[in-house]
């Protein structure tokens, strides 16, 4: 019989999880199933921004003569210019470093990147320590990730280096020395391997070197390995991933929202449940906070600075909950009769984001796509836009007389028209236009800066602002708009999908409170691994099995000997191979024999050996033997000195006469098949 591809069974290997990432804010896991490596995202962990000081000397826009004409004793960085010896300013009760900002990327030093296989990336924030990874590494691997994220996450980071552009600001690296390490926070131990930002060409070069897929899109890696991007809800194709090897299947979930009023198409886990494994991150950073009830009181902030002559600042990330924002601003101040005040969205890729989210419909909510239907648009920012309510600027400028120049779209007003509402990067308040509009609106108290993003201490971004200029009164509100599933969300989603392990950072079971407001609570039975940064964990999972190939030489030589049911069995020998992550047997060479001391035994066989025959044969040995029943499963044949346990699919010989296990070994060796 001709058979040219069969199954074999062999021992199965560990998996593995790497945390190479600050828990939980940054995501960046190395997962090891077996010999195949994956790195789970890739971001920059960019909350240490916080502790630089804002990356331009204000008004560094006017030119040389200009400067003269204005006093600087006041500005928030006025003290840290470029020629500034002194590496550390010290910031209340902190120090800030006066220095070209560094980038903090994952801790992916330890790993051999030559030998990984492949990253998938879940939305377009995850993504901002990639060129890292494909231009600057031995990486040779394959980038995945849905095409929003990847056009989406090229516009991120070529924000990210424009706003890094403009620092004029020079390096100066005496604060990675360890006289000044010690006065900074712990992440800061490991500063040797932070980095200037990468530049555009390497973004264009990575960005050509990730393969898009759709949601739902099985990607076959390897014969044993499927990737599936599946709807997150966070933002426009962020996804989960789904990973199924032959016998497995792993979840990932990484940023999601289950609000069901956003724009991004809704959260899918239809395909996550019963999985084997599911690795939960990246929660929202602020449970108490809803997310409604914070974007009413942001409104109501809003209404009453722009209602008293002033202007408001919201600092916030270019895609993602911006884009819900502006709309329910716009219909805000309409319901309040508020017409005539502008909105700006001030980013140098303001044009090409509020444009591409309208042609994806596909990617949006049922509501969103409905609208492409009647024939509308899914967003009102064209209109916003044709009637006066939306600008967009690349960036912004400042004259002497305080007045705003917009730079980038002709046909726009020269000037900003106050009091206005502007959106604008960068969230932490050290780099972007957002450093000119604090510069020029911080003195009055009439205006007002409104804090939205949850992963930036909005007292520390705002530190240096108020400590070196004593002018600074412009009010400030904190109102975190986290569309993320919280901690009674991820509860209530670990309890429909079921996972036979969880996997969630450490810090998520440590709330001194037993509310699930608060915390992560593991269903009783469940198994769990509890991670944190730099830990190697190993996921305890079950397997007997590996799929493999039979060689078609070797297949052809296998003669099948006995028929069980439906199964076909045949004992033969052959060489197994493993390479590039694929399991095949081959038949032996004569070279082979002799390198690998060829010597085949008997492989035995059997099914359900009754252990009455068993009592039968050692009674015709002359051995007294009795069979006594332990449970459902377990059954003993005892004799005097030694017993037999069959116990499913093992069985024990335990005895400490060596003549009496030989000839137990014989009678159970007799009732199985060759």
């Known amino acids: 019989i001709t058979i040219p591809q ?60 200009e400067k003269q004409k204005k006093p600087t004793e006041s500005l928030p960085n006025s003290t840290h210019s470029s020629s500034s010896s002194i590496p550390l300013k010290e910031i209340g009760v902190d120090h800030k470093i006066c220095s070209r900002i560094k980038y903090q990327i994952p801790c992916v030093g330890g790993i051999e990147l030559n030998e990984l296989d492949v990253i998938l990336i879940s939305n377009p924030q995850n993504m901002t320590a990639l060129p890292f990874i494909s231009e600057h590494s031995s990486f040779k691997g394959k980038i995945y990730a849905t095409d929003p994220t990847i056009q989406l996450g090229k516009q991120i980071l070529d924000e990210l280096v424009y706003h890094d552009s403009q620092s004029n600001i020079k390096d100066n690296a005496d604060w990675q020395s360890s006289e000044f390490l010690k006065k900074l926070p712990s992440r800061f131990s490991r500063t040797k391997d932070w980095k200037t930002l990468y530049s555009k060409s ?26 599936t991007p599946v709807s997150s809800g966070f933002a426009i194709g962020a996804c989960n991933w789904i990973i199924r090897t032959d016998y497995e299947k792993i979840v990932y979930v990484a940023d999601s929202s289950s609000s069901t009023s956003r724009h991004p198409e809704s959260f899918h886990i239809d395909q996550m449940r019963n999985c084997d494994v599911m690795i939960l991150t990246k929660l929202t950073s602020e449970p108490l906070y809803n997310p409604d009830m914070m974007f009413q009181e942001l409104c109501s902030h809003l209404g009453k600075t722009v209602g ?16 819900d924002l502006i709309e329910l601003v716009h219909l805000y101040l309409s319901s309040l009769g508020m017409n005539s005040i502008p909105l700006y969205f001030v980013t140098p890729v303001g044009d090409y984001i509020l ?69 604008t990067g960068h969230p932490s308040l050290r780099c972007g236009p957002v450093l000119r509009f604090l510069e020029m609106w911080g003195s009055s108290n009439k205006n007002a800066i409104c804090f939205i993003e949850p992963d930036f201490d909005h007292k520390e971004a705002l530190a240096p602002f108020k400590h070196l200029n004593s002018n600074f009164s412009m009010r400030s509100f904190y109102c975190p708009i986290d569309s993320r599933i919280n901690f009674a969300e991820a509860n209530s989603l670990i309890m429909e999908v079921k996972p036979k392990h969880l996997v969630i950072p450490k810090s998520y079971t440590q709330s001194t409170s037993n509310n699930a407001l608060r915390r992560i609570i593991v269903p009783e039975g469940m198994g769990s691994t509890l991670i944190s940064h730099l830990t190697i964990n190993t996921i305890p999972f079950k397997r007997s099995f590996e799929k493999g190939e039979m060689t078609k030489n070797l297949a052809m030589d296998v003669q099948p000997d006995k028929i069980v049911g439906d199964s076909v069995i045949a004992s033969f020998f052959g060489l197994l191979d493993y390479r ?43 051995i007294d033997a009795v069979m006594e029943k332990e449970n459902e499963t377990t059954s003993i044949v005892r004799t005097e000195g030694g017993f037999i346990r069959f116990k499913g699919n093992e069985t024990n010989i335990v005895t400490e006469v060596p003549s009496l296990r030989t000839q137990m070994k014989e009678v159970v060796v007799s009732l199985l098949n060759e």
């Open 355 to 423: 444009s591409y989210s309208n042609i994806v419909s596909e990617w949006l909510c049922k509501t969103r796509q409905e609208k492409v239907f009647l024939p509308e648009p899914p967003f009102l920012f064209e209109e916003m836009m044709k009637n006066g309510r939306l600008f967009r600027f690349t960036d912004v400028k400042v004259t002497t007389d305080g007045i705003f120049v917009p730079g980038g779209r002709q046909g726009q007003p020269s000037n900003l028209k106050e009091p206005c509402i502007v959106f």
């Open 580 to 622: 590039d992550n694929r399991l095949s047997i081959g038949s032996f060479s004569s070279a082979d024999k002799k390198k690998f001391n060829y010597n085949p035994d008997r492989f035995l066989w059997g099914h359900n050996i009754d252990p009455l025959e068993v009592v039968n044969q050692l009674q015709k040995r002359k």
């Open 202 to 227: 390497d973004i264009d070069s990575c960005i050509s070197k990730i393969i898009p897929l759709s949601f739902a899109q099985n990607e076959k890696l390897y014969s044993n390995l499927t990737v």
């Open 6 to 65: 069969t199954h074999l069974c062999i021992t199965i290997l560990q998996m593995k999880l790497y945390c190479l990432g600050l828990d939980p804010i940054a995501s960046c896991f190395l997962l090891k199933i077996g010999h195949v490596r994956i790195l789970l995202d890739c971001a920059l962990e960019i909350e240490s921004l916080l502790n630089f000081l804002p990356n331009q000397t204000l008004l560094s826009s006017l030119e040389d003569g």
């Open 308 to 323: 008293g002559g002033g202007s408001a600042l919201i600092p916030c990330h270019s895609s993602g909950v911006v884009l």
